[in-house]
Protein backbone atom coordinates (compact mmCIF):
# COMPACT_ATOMS: atom_id res chain seq x y z
CA UNK A 1 0.00 0.00 0.00
CA UNK A 2 2.29 2.85 -1.28
CA UNK A 3 1.85 5.70 1.25
CA UNK A 4 4.19 8.14 -0.91
CA UNK A 5 6.89 8.71 1.61
CA UNK A 6 6.62 12.87 1.21
CA UNK A 7 3.30 12.08 2.67
CA UNK A 8 4.50 9.82 5.64
CA UNK A 9 7.40 12.16 6.21
CA UNK A 10 4.87 15.32 6.63
CA UNK A 11 3.16 14.03 9.38
CA UNK A 12 5.74 12.50 11.06
CA UNK A 13 8.15 15.21 11.29
CA UNK A 14 8.85 16.88 14.59
CA UNK A 15 6.33 19.15 16.30
CA UNK A 16 6.17 22.66 17.15
CA UNK A 17 6.15 22.58 20.71
CA UNK A 18 3.50 25.20 20.87
CA UNK A 19 1.35 23.50 18.42
CA UNK A 20 -1.32 21.00 19.23
CA UNK A 21 -1.36 19.30 16.20
CA UNK A 22 0.47 15.83 17.00
CA UNK A 23 -2.95 13.76 17.91
CA UNK A 24 -4.75 15.06 14.82
CA UNK A 25 -1.83 14.14 12.51
CA UNK A 26 -1.82 10.65 14.27
CA UNK A 27 -5.11 10.32 13.35
CA UNK A 28 -4.63 11.66 9.77
CA UNK A 29 -2.10 8.91 9.48
CA UNK A 30 -4.48 6.41 11.13
CA UNK A 31 -7.29 7.23 8.78
CA UNK A 32 -4.79 7.14 5.69
CA UNK A 33 -3.22 3.72 7.25
CA UNK A 34 -6.42 1.87 8.17
CA UNK A 35 -9.48 3.41 5.82
CA UNK A 36 -10.61 0.53 3.16
CA UNK A 37 -10.71 2.74 0.37
CA UNK A 38 -6.87 2.81 0.65
CA UNK A 39 -7.08 -0.45 -0.69
CA UNK A 40 -8.15 1.04 -4.26
CA UNK A 41 -6.00 3.85 -4.29
CA UNK A 42 -3.39 3.94 -6.57
CA UNK A 43 -1.27 6.82 -5.81
CA UNK A 44 0.15 9.59 -8.12
CA UNK A 45 2.65 11.93 -7.49
CA UNK A 46 1.11 15.14 -8.72
CA UNK A 47 3.99 15.95 -10.14
CA UNK A 48 3.68 13.56 -12.63
CA UNK A 49 0.24 15.37 -13.68
CA UNK A 50 0.81 19.17 -13.71
CA UNK A 51 3.59 21.83 -14.09
CA UNK A 52 5.28 22.61 -11.46
CA UNK A 53 4.69 26.00 -11.39
CA UNK A 54 0.88 24.99 -10.58
CA UNK A 55 1.13 22.79 -7.39
CA UNK A 56 -2.25 21.88 -5.80
CA UNK A 57 -3.95 23.39 -2.48
CA UNK A 58 -6.35 23.64 -0.52
CA UNK A 59 -8.62 26.96 -0.99
CA UNK A 60 -10.80 28.39 1.65
CA UNK A 61 -13.05 30.64 0.53
CA UNK A 62 -14.49 33.27 2.38
CA UNK A 63 -17.98 33.96 0.12
CA UNK A 64 -19.08 36.13 -2.41
CA UNK A 65 -15.72 35.32 -5.09
CA UNK A 66 -15.70 37.42 -7.81
CA UNK A 67 -17.49 35.38 -10.61
CA UNK A 68 -17.68 38.05 -13.36
CA UNK A 69 -14.55 40.56 -13.26
CA UNK A 70 -11.09 39.96 -12.68
CA UNK A 71 -11.53 36.18 -11.36
CA UNK A 72 -8.83 35.78 -9.27
CA UNK A 73 -9.42 33.45 -6.93
CA UNK A 74 -11.60 31.25 -9.28
CA UNK A 75 -8.56 31.69 -11.87
CA UNK A 76 -6.41 30.88 -9.44
CA UNK A 77 -8.30 27.58 -8.91
CA UNK A 78 -8.41 26.72 -12.12
CA UNK A 79 -4.72 27.18 -12.62
CA UNK A 80 -3.58 25.34 -9.09
CA UNK A 81 -6.68 22.43 -10.82
CA UNK A 82 -4.34 22.14 -14.04
CA UNK A 83 -5.23 24.77 -16.11
CA UNK A 84 -6.74 23.67 -19.54
CA UNK A 85 -5.55 19.96 -18.07
CA UNK A 86 -8.26 20.55 -15.16
CA UNK A 87 -10.84 17.71 -14.76
CA UNK A 88 -12.81 19.78 -11.93
CA UNK A 89 -15.20 18.31 -10.11
CA UNK A 90 -18.30 20.77 -8.52
CA UNK A 91 -19.80 19.90 -5.77
CA UNK A 92 -23.29 21.93 -5.46
CA UNK A 93 -24.41 19.96 -2.55
CA UNK A 94 -24.56 22.91 -0.08
CA UNK A 95 -26.90 24.73 -1.67
CA UNK A 96 -30.71 24.25 -2.47
CA UNK A 97 -30.53 25.00 -5.57
CA UNK A 98 -27.67 22.83 -6.82
CA UNK A 99 -28.45 22.40 -10.72
CA UNK A 100 -28.31 26.34 -10.74
CA UNK A 101 -25.81 27.02 -8.90
CA UNK A 102 -23.89 24.06 -10.13
CA UNK A 103 -24.67 25.69 -13.87
CA UNK A 104 -23.20 29.01 -12.78
CA UNK A 105 -19.51 27.27 -12.24
CA UNK A 106 -19.51 25.36 -14.93
CA UNK A 107 -19.87 28.05 -17.18
CA UNK A 108 -16.96 29.62 -15.34
CA UNK A 109 -15.07 27.09 -15.57
CA UNK A 110 -15.71 26.55 -19.07
CA UNK A 111 -14.97 29.72 -20.44
CA UNK A 112 -11.58 29.60 -18.73
CA UNK A 113 -10.96 26.11 -20.57
CA UNK A 114 -10.94 23.22 -18.08
CA UNK A 115 -10.68 19.95 -20.36
CA UNK A 116 -13.57 18.18 -18.54
CA UNK A 117 -16.25 19.20 -15.98
CA UNK A 118 -18.37 17.26 -13.93
CA UNK A 119 -21.20 18.50 -11.52
CA UNK A 120 -21.73 15.82 -8.67
CA UNK A 121 -24.76 16.78 -7.88
CA UNK A 122 -25.64 14.76 -4.73
CA UNK A 123 -29.12 14.67 -3.61
CA UNK A 124 -28.81 11.84 -0.66
CA UNK A 125 -26.28 9.63 0.91
CA UNK A 126 -26.84 7.08 -0.93
CA UNK A 127 -25.36 9.20 -3.85
CA UNK A 128 -22.23 9.88 -1.99
CA UNK A 129 -21.37 6.38 -3.00
CA UNK A 130 -21.95 6.47 -6.69
CA UNK A 131 -19.57 4.86 -8.87
CA UNK A 132 -19.42 7.06 -11.25
CA UNK A 133 -19.06 9.85 -9.31
CA UNK A 134 -16.49 7.85 -7.19
CA UNK A 135 -14.57 7.15 -10.32
CA UNK A 136 -14.74 10.98 -11.29
CA UNK A 137 -13.36 11.57 -7.75
CA UNK A 138 -10.79 9.52 -8.41
CA UNK A 139 -9.97 11.22 -11.95
CA UNK A 140 -10.63 14.83 -11.23
CA UNK A 141 -7.30 17.37 -10.95
CA UNK A 142 -10.13 19.70 -8.76
CA UNK A 143 -12.54 19.74 -6.57
CA UNK A 144 -15.38 22.96 -5.85
CA UNK A 145 -17.36 22.81 -2.93
CA UNK A 146 -20.15 25.50 -3.70
CA UNK A 147 -21.66 27.83 -1.19
CA UNK A 148 -25.03 27.04 0.54
CA UNK A 149 -26.05 25.45 3.97
CA UNK A 150 -22.63 23.48 5.83
CA UNK A 151 -24.93 21.37 7.83
CA UNK A 152 -26.75 20.34 4.27
CA UNK A 153 -23.16 19.98 3.00
CA UNK A 154 -22.11 17.37 5.73
CA UNK A 155 -25.35 16.06 6.43
CA UNK A 156 -25.38 14.78 2.89
CA UNK A 157 -21.08 14.17 1.96
CA UNK A 158 -19.37 13.37 5.64
CA UNK A 159 -18.33 9.62 5.78
CA UNK A 160 -19.59 8.80 2.02
CA UNK A 161 -16.94 7.18 -0.36
CA UNK A 162 -17.07 9.76 -2.19
CA UNK A 163 -15.98 12.47 0.31
CA UNK A 164 -13.38 9.95 1.86
CA UNK A 165 -11.52 9.90 -1.79
CA UNK A 166 -11.25 13.59 -1.96
CA UNK A 167 -10.08 14.18 1.49
CA UNK A 168 -7.57 11.67 1.21
CA UNK A 169 -6.45 13.30 -2.31
CA UNK A 170 -6.73 16.31 -0.96
CA UNK A 171 -4.30 15.93 1.97
CA UNK A 172 -2.32 13.78 -1.01
CA UNK A 173 -1.58 16.64 -2.60
CA UNK A 174 -3.15 14.55 -5.62
CA UNK A 175 -5.87 17.43 -6.25
CA UNK A 176 -6.73 20.70 -5.38
CA UNK A 177 -9.90 21.34 -3.26
CA UNK A 178 -11.88 24.51 -2.69
CA UNK A 179 -14.69 25.79 -0.64
CA UNK A 180 -16.58 28.83 -0.22
CA UNK A 181 -18.66 30.13 2.16
CA UNK A 182 -20.45 27.06 3.22
CA UNK A 183 -18.08 25.14 1.36
CA UNK A 184 -15.37 26.82 3.42
CA UNK A 185 -17.23 26.07 6.95
CA UNK A 186 -16.64 22.18 6.45
CA UNK A 187 -13.36 22.29 5.93
CA UNK A 188 -11.95 21.87 9.67
CA UNK A 189 -12.61 19.12 11.62
CA UNK A 190 -14.59 21.20 14.39
CA UNK A 191 -17.15 23.36 12.41
CA UNK A 192 -19.05 26.17 13.07
CA UNK A 193 -22.50 25.25 11.75
CA UNK A 194 -23.97 28.82 12.91
CA UNK A 195 -24.73 31.34 15.31
CA UNK A 196 -25.60 35.08 15.74
CA UNK A 197 -24.03 38.25 15.58
CA UNK A 198 -23.84 41.62 17.37
CA UNK A 199 -23.19 40.50 20.71
CA UNK A 200 -20.44 39.90 22.72
CA UNK A 201 -18.26 36.68 22.84
CA UNK A 202 -20.53 34.36 23.98
CA UNK A 203 -21.33 30.37 24.01
CA UNK A 204 -24.73 30.50 22.35
CA UNK A 205 -23.15 32.90 19.79
CA UNK A 206 -21.68 29.69 17.78
CA UNK A 207 -23.13 26.43 17.31
CA UNK A 208 -20.28 23.77 16.85
CA UNK A 209 -20.41 20.24 14.86
CA UNK A 210 -17.74 18.16 12.89
CA UNK A 211 -16.99 19.36 9.68
CA UNK A 212 -15.15 16.96 6.58
CA UNK A 213 -11.88 17.60 8.49
CA UNK A 214 -9.72 18.76 5.27
CA UNK A 215 -7.81 20.98 7.82
CA UNK A 216 -8.04 19.42 11.11
CA UNK A 217 -6.09 22.27 12.88
CA UNK A 218 -7.95 24.90 11.70
CA UNK A 219 -12.14 26.68 12.36
CA UNK A 220 -12.75 28.41 9.23
CA UNK A 221 -15.57 31.49 10.04
CA UNK A 222 -16.29 32.79 6.23
CA UNK A 223 -17.90 36.62 4.89
CA UNK A 224 -15.86 37.23 8.02
CA UNK A 225 -15.56 41.05 8.90
CA UNK A 226 -18.47 41.48 6.82
CA UNK A 227 -20.95 40.04 8.70
CA UNK A 228 -19.69 40.78 12.07
CA UNK A 229 -17.73 37.19 13.11
CA UNK A 230 -15.20 38.40 15.04
CA UNK A 231 -16.97 37.22 18.00
CA UNK A 232 -18.65 33.99 17.19
CA UNK A 233 -15.07 32.95 15.75
CA UNK A 234 -13.50 33.89 19.38
CA UNK A 235 -16.59 31.99 20.71
CA UNK A 236 -15.46 29.07 18.89
CA UNK A 237 -11.75 29.17 19.89
CA UNK A 238 -12.58 29.98 23.53
CA UNK A 239 -14.50 26.66 23.07
CA UNK A 240 -11.61 24.70 20.96
CA UNK A 241 -8.27 26.09 22.11
CA UNK A 242 -6.39 23.51 20.60
CA UNK A 243 -7.51 24.87 16.99
CA UNK A 244 -6.60 28.07 15.20
CA UNK A 245 -9.15 30.70 14.14
CA UNK A 246 -9.27 31.38 10.41
CA UNK A 247 -11.63 34.13 9.46
CA UNK A 248 -11.87 35.19 5.77
CA UNK A 249 -13.47 38.33 4.47
CA UNK A 250 -15.41 37.58 1.18
CA UNK A 251 -13.83 37.61 -1.80
CA UNK A 252 -10.98 36.51 -0.13
CA UNK A 253 -9.02 33.34 -0.02
CA UNK A 254 -6.75 31.34 2.10
CA UNK A 255 -4.53 29.13 0.16
CA UNK A 256 -2.92 26.29 1.69
CA UNK A 257 -0.18 24.85 0.59
CA UNK A 258 1.20 20.90 1.52
CA UNK A 259 3.57 22.05 3.92
CA UNK A 260 0.98 24.16 6.46
CA UNK A 261 1.78 27.11 5.19
CA UNK A 262 -1.33 29.39 3.66
CA UNK A 263 -1.40 32.56 1.85
CA UNK A 264 -3.92 34.94 1.81
CA UNK A 265 -5.32 36.17 -1.98
CA UNK A 266 -7.86 38.71 -2.98
CA UNK A 267 -10.11 41.50 -1.81
CA UNK A 268 -9.89 41.58 1.73
CA UNK A 269 -8.25 39.82 5.05
CA UNK A 270 -7.74 36.56 5.99
CA UNK A 271 -7.43 36.96 10.58
CA UNK A 272 -6.10 34.38 12.21
CA UNK A 273 -6.83 33.44 15.70
CA UNK A 274 -4.58 31.90 17.13
CA UNK A 275 -4.80 30.98 21.33
CA UNK A 276 -1.44 29.03 21.68
CA UNK A 277 -0.44 31.43 24.37
CA UNK A 278 -3.75 32.02 26.01
CA UNK A 279 -3.52 31.99 29.72
CA UNK A 280 -7.45 31.88 30.86
CA UNK A 281 -10.88 31.52 29.60
CA UNK A 282 -14.20 31.28 31.51
CA UNK A 283 -15.52 29.01 28.69
CA UNK A 284 -16.32 26.32 30.49
CA UNK A 285 -17.50 27.67 33.48
CA UNK A 286 -19.59 29.79 32.63
CA UNK A 287 -23.76 29.17 31.39
CA UNK A 288 -24.51 29.82 27.62
CA UNK A 289 -25.19 33.62 27.41
CA UNK A 290 -23.03 34.96 29.80
CA UNK A 291 -20.05 36.92 28.17
CA UNK A 292 -16.15 35.10 27.87
CA UNK A 293 -13.02 35.90 28.86
CA UNK A 294 -10.83 35.56 26.49
CA UNK A 295 -7.16 36.56 27.66
CA UNK A 296 -3.84 36.65 25.30
CA UNK A 297 -4.77 35.59 21.85
CA UNK A 298 -2.57 36.30 19.36
CA UNK A 299 -3.94 38.20 16.47
CA UNK A 300 -3.00 38.41 12.78
CA UNK A 301 -4.62 40.43 10.01
CA UNK A 302 -3.33 38.84 6.73
CA UNK A 303 -3.72 40.83 3.49
CA UNK A 304 -3.17 39.69 -0.51
CA UNK A 305 0.56 37.74 -0.58
CA UNK A 306 0.73 37.62 3.40
CA UNK A 307 1.42 34.12 4.60
CA UNK A 308 1.62 32.13 7.70
CA UNK A 309 2.41 28.55 8.59
CA UNK A 310 -0.27 26.51 10.42
CA UNK A 311 2.36 24.27 11.65
CA UNK A 312 4.67 26.59 12.83
CA UNK A 313 1.98 29.16 13.74
CA UNK A 314 3.80 32.10 13.06
CA UNK A 315 3.96 34.58 9.39
CA UNK A 316 6.31 33.50 6.90
CA UNK A 317 7.95 35.68 4.17
CA UNK A 318 5.52 36.71 1.43
CA UNK A 319 6.61 35.73 -2.24
CA UNK A 320 6.35 39.08 -3.67
CA UNK B 1 2.22 74.66 43.03
CA UNK B 2 1.33 71.59 44.57
CA UNK B 3 0.78 68.63 42.62
CA UNK B 4 0.00 65.93 44.57
CA UNK B 5 3.05 63.47 45.21
CA UNK B 6 1.26 60.56 44.30
CA UNK B 7 0.28 61.96 40.54
CA UNK B 8 4.22 62.43 40.44
CA UNK B 9 5.34 59.14 41.05
CA UNK B 10 2.69 57.61 38.95
CA UNK B 11 3.59 59.95 36.01
CA UNK B 12 7.44 59.10 36.77
CA UNK B 13 8.05 55.45 37.62
CA UNK B 14 9.73 53.07 35.47
CA UNK B 15 8.39 52.65 32.02
CA UNK B 16 7.74 48.99 31.23
CA UNK B 17 10.14 48.22 28.30
CA UNK B 18 7.41 46.79 25.91
CA UNK B 19 5.07 49.94 26.76
CA UNK B 20 5.35 53.05 24.51
CA UNK B 21 3.38 55.41 26.99
CA UNK B 22 6.92 57.29 27.97
CA UNK B 23 6.42 60.21 25.81
CA UNK B 24 2.50 60.77 26.83
CA UNK B 25 3.52 60.64 30.28
CA UNK B 26 6.07 63.73 29.73
CA UNK B 27 3.58 65.27 27.66
CA UNK B 28 0.88 64.95 30.67
CA UNK B 29 3.47 65.93 33.31
CA UNK B 30 4.39 68.76 30.64
CA UNK B 31 0.85 69.92 30.80
CA UNK B 32 0.44 69.66 34.38
CA UNK B 33 3.45 72.03 35.50
CA UNK B 34 2.86 74.66 32.63
CA UNK B 35 -1.11 75.18 31.63
CA UNK B 36 -2.11 78.50 33.29
CA UNK B 37 -5.42 77.38 35.00
CA UNK B 38 -2.69 75.20 37.41
CA UNK B 39 -1.98 78.37 39.15
CA UNK B 40 -5.48 78.61 40.46
CA UNK B 41 -5.69 74.40 41.37
CA UNK B 42 -5.82 73.76 44.88
CA UNK B 43 -5.46 70.47 45.01
CA UNK B 44 -7.78 68.67 47.86
CA UNK B 45 -6.50 64.76 48.16
CA UNK B 46 -9.70 62.52 46.97
CA UNK B 47 -9.46 60.79 50.59
CA UNK B 48 -10.56 64.01 52.44
CA UNK B 49 -13.98 63.87 50.67
CA UNK B 50 -15.27 60.70 49.77
CA UNK B 51 -14.85 57.16 51.96
CA UNK B 52 -11.78 54.99 50.91
CA UNK B 53 -14.28 52.43 49.61
CA UNK B 54 -15.18 54.07 46.88
CA UNK B 55 -12.65 55.67 45.09
CA UNK B 56 -12.44 58.30 42.17
CA UNK B 57 -12.10 56.21 38.62
CA UNK B 58 -12.51 56.70 34.81
CA UNK B 59 -15.32 55.30 33.15
CA UNK B 60 -15.57 54.31 29.96
CA UNK B 61 -19.14 53.25 29.27
CA UNK B 62 -19.66 51.61 25.68
CA UNK B 63 -23.29 52.71 24.94
CA UNK B 64 -26.68 51.55 26.00
CA UNK B 65 -25.87 51.52 29.61
CA UNK B 66 -28.85 49.77 31.69
CA UNK B 67 -31.05 53.00 32.56
CA UNK B 68 -33.81 51.39 34.06
CA UNK B 69 -33.24 47.81 35.71
CA UNK B 70 -30.39 47.23 37.86
CA UNK B 71 -28.08 50.12 36.37
CA UNK B 72 -25.23 48.52 37.86
CA UNK B 73 -22.69 51.01 35.91
CA UNK B 74 -24.61 53.75 36.68
CA UNK B 75 -24.96 53.04 40.05
CA UNK B 76 -21.32 52.06 40.07
CA UNK B 77 -20.74 55.81 38.85
CA UNK B 78 -23.20 57.43 41.49
CA UNK B 79 -20.91 55.91 44.39
CA UNK B 80 -17.69 56.30 43.20
CA UNK B 81 -19.05 59.90 43.14
CA UNK B 82 -19.65 60.08 46.32
CA UNK B 83 -23.31 58.41 46.78
CA UNK B 84 -25.32 60.49 49.03
CA UNK B 85 -22.36 63.15 49.00
CA UNK B 86 -22.60 63.05 45.08
CA UNK B 87 -22.11 66.70 43.27
CA UNK B 88 -22.78 65.58 39.70
CA UNK B 89 -22.43 67.67 36.44
CA UNK B 90 -24.17 65.94 33.50
CA UNK B 91 -22.98 67.21 30.04
CA UNK B 92 -24.88 66.21 27.65
CA UNK B 93 -23.61 68.68 24.56
CA UNK B 94 -22.51 65.60 22.56
CA UNK B 95 -26.76 64.96 21.97
CA UNK B 96 -28.73 67.25 19.73
CA UNK B 97 -31.30 67.03 22.13
CA UNK B 98 -29.44 68.24 25.53
CA UNK B 99 -32.37 69.02 27.17
CA UNK B 100 -33.78 65.81 26.99
CA UNK B 101 -31.11 63.83 27.71
CA UNK B 102 -29.86 65.79 30.50
CA UNK B 103 -33.25 65.42 32.55
CA UNK B 104 -33.18 61.87 31.55
CA UNK B 105 -29.76 61.37 33.48
CA UNK B 106 -30.75 63.87 35.97
CA UNK B 107 -33.85 62.05 36.99
CA UNK B 108 -31.79 58.93 37.34
CA UNK B 109 -29.03 60.31 39.41
CA UNK B 110 -31.94 62.18 41.50
CA UNK B 111 -33.35 58.83 42.23
CA UNK B 112 -30.41 57.42 43.18
CA UNK B 113 -30.16 60.31 45.77
CA UNK B 114 -27.08 62.85 44.65
CA UNK B 115 -26.91 65.89 47.08
CA UNK B 116 -26.27 67.98 43.83
CA UNK B 117 -26.81 67.80 40.34
CA UNK B 118 -26.01 70.42 37.41
CA UNK B 119 -26.55 70.02 34.01
CA UNK B 120 -23.29 71.78 31.94
CA UNK B 121 -26.36 72.50 28.98
CA UNK B 122 -22.85 74.09 26.76
CA UNK B 123 -24.84 75.58 23.76
CA UNK B 124 -21.39 76.96 22.09
CA UNK B 125 -17.35 77.52 23.17
CA UNK B 126 -18.29 80.95 25.21
CA UNK B 127 -20.49 79.12 27.53
CA UNK B 128 -17.26 76.50 28.10
CA UNK B 129 -15.63 79.59 29.65
CA UNK B 130 -19.03 79.99 31.71
CA UNK B 131 -17.92 80.98 35.49
CA UNK B 132 -20.86 79.65 36.57
CA UNK B 133 -20.32 76.21 35.29
CA UNK B 134 -16.66 76.23 35.63
CA UNK B 135 -17.00 76.94 39.52
CA UNK B 136 -19.49 73.63 39.85
CA UNK B 137 -16.53 71.69 37.22
CA UNK B 138 -14.42 72.44 40.36
CA UNK B 139 -16.58 71.81 43.14
CA UNK B 140 -18.28 68.60 41.62
CA UNK B 141 -17.30 65.36 42.63
CA UNK B 142 -18.47 63.46 39.47
CA UNK B 143 -19.16 64.38 35.69
CA UNK B 144 -21.06 62.14 33.34
CA UNK B 145 -20.55 62.60 29.46
CA UNK B 146 -23.71 61.53 27.44
CA UNK B 147 -23.49 60.35 24.57
CA UNK B 148 -24.64 61.74 21.13
CA UNK B 149 -22.12 62.67 18.06
CA UNK B 150 -18.48 62.56 19.57
CA UNK B 151 -17.12 65.19 17.21
CA UNK B 152 -20.27 67.74 18.32
CA UNK B 153 -18.95 67.00 21.83
CA UNK B 154 -15.13 67.97 21.20
CA UNK B 155 -15.85 70.95 19.04
CA UNK B 156 -17.68 72.05 21.71
CA UNK B 157 -15.44 71.42 24.32
CA UNK B 158 -12.04 70.66 24.09
CA UNK B 159 -9.35 73.78 24.85
CA UNK B 160 -12.45 75.22 27.24
CA UNK B 161 -11.61 76.17 30.35
CA UNK B 162 -14.35 73.74 32.11
CA UNK B 163 -13.02 70.93 29.83
CA UNK B 164 -9.52 71.69 30.88
CA UNK B 165 -10.71 71.85 34.97
CA UNK B 166 -12.19 68.78 34.32
CA UNK B 167 -9.70 66.98 32.65
CA UNK B 168 -7.02 68.04 34.88
CA UNK B 169 -9.07 67.30 38.22
CA UNK B 170 -9.91 63.38 36.83
CA UNK B 171 -6.09 62.89 35.94
CA UNK B 172 -5.51 64.00 39.17
CA UNK B 173 -8.13 61.27 40.73
CA UNK B 174 -10.58 64.50 42.58
CA UNK B 175 -13.04 63.26 40.51
CA UNK B 176 -14.83 60.45 38.98
CA UNK B 177 -15.52 61.06 35.45
CA UNK B 178 -17.59 58.77 32.77
CA UNK B 179 -18.77 59.06 29.28
CA UNK B 180 -20.76 56.58 27.44
CA UNK B 181 -21.14 55.97 23.73
CA UNK B 182 -20.06 59.39 22.46
CA UNK B 183 -19.01 60.57 26.18
CA UNK B 184 -16.67 57.03 25.86
CA UNK B 185 -15.02 57.97 22.13
CA UNK B 186 -13.66 61.00 23.32
CA UNK B 187 -11.63 59.82 26.18
CA UNK B 188 -8.36 59.22 24.53
CA UNK B 189 -5.75 62.09 22.81
CA UNK B 190 -6.84 60.04 19.39
CA UNK B 191 -10.09 59.86 19.04
CA UNK B 192 -12.33 57.75 16.17
CA UNK B 193 -14.81 60.45 15.31
CA UNK B 194 -16.34 57.93 12.67
CA UNK B 195 -16.43 55.32 10.13
CA UNK B 196 -17.53 52.05 8.74
CA UNK B 197 -18.57 48.38 9.06
CA UNK B 198 -18.85 45.48 7.41
CA UNK B 199 -15.52 45.63 5.38
CA UNK B 200 -11.53 44.07 6.06
CA UNK B 201 -9.42 46.64 7.98
CA UNK B 202 -8.41 49.07 5.74
CA UNK B 203 -7.84 53.04 6.47
CA UNK B 204 -10.94 54.85 4.77
CA UNK B 205 -12.89 52.38 7.41
CA UNK B 206 -12.11 54.98 10.23
CA UNK B 207 -11.98 58.27 10.90
CA UNK B 208 -9.81 59.87 13.65
CA UNK B 209 -9.18 62.93 15.45
CA UNK B 210 -8.19 64.49 18.49
CA UNK B 211 -9.79 63.87 21.36
CA UNK B 212 -9.82 65.63 24.70
CA UNK B 213 -7.37 63.29 26.02
CA UNK B 214 -8.34 61.91 29.38
CA UNK B 215 -6.55 58.74 28.75
CA UNK B 216 -4.33 59.40 26.12
CA UNK B 217 -2.80 56.03 25.72
CA UNK B 218 -6.04 54.67 24.52
CA UNK B 219 -8.25 54.53 21.72
CA UNK B 220 -11.90 53.84 22.59
CA UNK B 221 -14.39 52.38 20.32
CA UNK B 222 -17.81 51.65 21.59
CA UNK B 223 -20.69 49.59 21.04
CA UNK B 224 -18.16 47.24 19.99
CA UNK B 225 -18.97 43.81 19.08
CA UNK B 226 -22.92 44.95 18.58
CA UNK B 227 -21.70 47.01 15.74
CA UNK B 228 -18.68 45.11 13.80
CA UNK B 229 -16.86 47.39 14.86
CA UNK B 230 -13.34 45.33 15.07
CA UNK B 231 -12.18 46.05 11.85
CA UNK B 232 -12.77 49.64 12.33
CA UNK B 233 -10.57 49.65 15.88
CA UNK B 234 -7.94 47.41 14.29
CA UNK B 235 -7.47 49.63 11.04
CA UNK B 236 -7.16 53.02 14.15
CA UNK B 237 -4.46 50.79 15.72
CA UNK B 238 -2.82 50.69 12.88
CA UNK B 239 -2.05 53.93 12.16
CA UNK B 240 -1.55 54.68 15.84
CA UNK B 241 0.57 51.57 17.15
CA UNK B 242 1.54 53.59 20.23
CA UNK B 243 -1.76 53.51 21.48
CA UNK B 244 -3.75 50.58 23.01
CA UNK B 245 -7.29 49.91 21.04
CA UNK B 246 -10.17 49.51 23.83
CA UNK B 247 -13.25 48.21 22.65
CA UNK B 248 -16.19 48.19 24.81
CA UNK B 249 -19.40 46.61 24.21
CA UNK B 250 -22.99 47.63 24.96
CA UNK B 251 -24.27 47.71 29.01
CA UNK B 252 -20.07 47.47 29.45
CA UNK B 253 -18.09 49.94 31.21
CA UNK B 254 -13.90 49.97 31.36
CA UNK B 255 -13.43 51.63 34.59
CA UNK B 256 -9.89 53.29 35.23
CA UNK B 257 -8.46 53.54 38.68
CA UNK B 258 -5.24 55.98 39.32
CA UNK B 259 -2.62 53.29 38.57
CA UNK B 260 -4.13 52.60 35.23
CA UNK B 261 -5.53 49.18 35.85
CA UNK B 262 -8.68 49.14 34.54
CA UNK B 263 -11.68 46.30 35.09
CA UNK B 264 -14.54 45.14 32.97
CA UNK B 265 -18.18 45.90 34.56
CA UNK B 266 -21.59 44.71 33.41
CA UNK B 267 -23.45 42.88 30.61
CA UNK B 268 -20.65 42.44 27.45
CA UNK B 269 -17.15 42.19 27.18
CA UNK B 270 -14.13 44.93 27.05
CA UNK B 271 -11.85 43.96 24.28
CA UNK B 272 -7.97 45.27 24.24
CA UNK B 273 -6.19 45.37 21.10
CA UNK B 274 -2.45 45.57 22.04
CA UNK B 275 0.18 46.43 18.75
CA UNK B 276 3.14 46.06 21.36
CA UNK B 277 4.65 43.35 19.80
CA UNK B 278 3.56 44.12 16.19
CA UNK B 279 6.12 43.19 13.66
CA UNK B 280 4.48 44.73 10.48
CA UNK B 281 1.80 46.49 9.32
CA UNK B 282 1.17 47.92 5.37
CA UNK B 283 -0.65 50.99 6.74
CA UNK B 284 1.87 53.81 5.84
CA UNK B 285 1.89 52.50 2.21
CA UNK B 286 -1.31 51.47 0.97
CA UNK B 287 -4.16 53.23 -0.53
CA UNK B 288 -6.88 54.08 1.62
CA UNK B 289 -9.16 51.51 0.47
CA UNK B 290 -6.47 48.57 0.38
CA UNK B 291 -6.95 45.84 3.11
CA UNK B 292 -4.35 45.86 6.21
CA UNK B 293 -1.55 43.64 7.23
CA UNK B 294 -1.40 44.23 11.12
CA UNK B 295 0.77 40.94 12.11
CA UNK B 296 1.08 40.11 15.68
CA UNK B 297 -1.55 41.85 17.62
CA UNK B 298 -2.26 40.69 21.22
CA UNK B 299 -5.91 40.30 21.59
CA UNK B 300 -7.86 40.01 25.72
CA UNK B 301 -11.50 39.55 25.70
CA UNK B 302 -12.33 41.04 29.39
CA UNK B 303 -15.86 40.29 30.77
CA UNK B 304 -17.14 41.24 33.89
CA UNK B 305 -14.69 41.72 37.06
CA UNK B 306 -11.40 40.90 34.72
CA UNK B 307 -8.46 43.67 35.01
CA UNK B 308 -5.87 44.81 33.16
CA UNK B 309 -3.13 47.34 33.37
CA UNK B 310 -2.84 49.77 30.34
CA UNK B 311 1.35 50.50 31.77
CA UNK B 312 2.19 47.24 31.83
CA UNK B 313 0.32 46.22 29.44
CA UNK B 314 -0.80 43.16 31.14
CA UNK B 315 -3.97 41.85 32.95
CA UNK B 316 -4.50 41.65 36.59
CA UNK B 317 -5.64 39.60 38.90
CA UNK B 318 -9.26 40.21 39.40
CA UNK B 319 -10.98 41.06 42.30
CA UNK B 320 -13.99 38.54 42.61
Redesign the interface.
Known amino acids: MPIPIETLQRLTRPVNPTSIDFRSRLERLFNLISRPIMLQLKPQLFQQRMPELTKTAVMIIGGAEDKVHGRQILQTFFKRSGGEDARIAIIPCASREPAIIGDRYREIFTEMGAKQIEILDIRDRDQGNHSDWLNFAEACTGVFMTGGDQLRLCSMLSETCIMDKIRMRAQLGEITLAGTSAGAAVMGEQMIAGGG?????NRALVDMTSGLGIIPEIIVDQHF????R??RL?SAIAAYPDKLGIGI?ED?CAMFEADGTFQAIG???VTV?DPGEM??T?QPQVDTT???????????????G?RYNLYKRA?VAPIR
Do not use: C, F, Q, W
Not at 197 to 201: A, H, L, Q, R, T
Not at 290 to 304: F, G, I, K, M, T
Open positions: SGESPHNRNMAMDTKGTITYNEPLSVHNLRVHVLSHDL
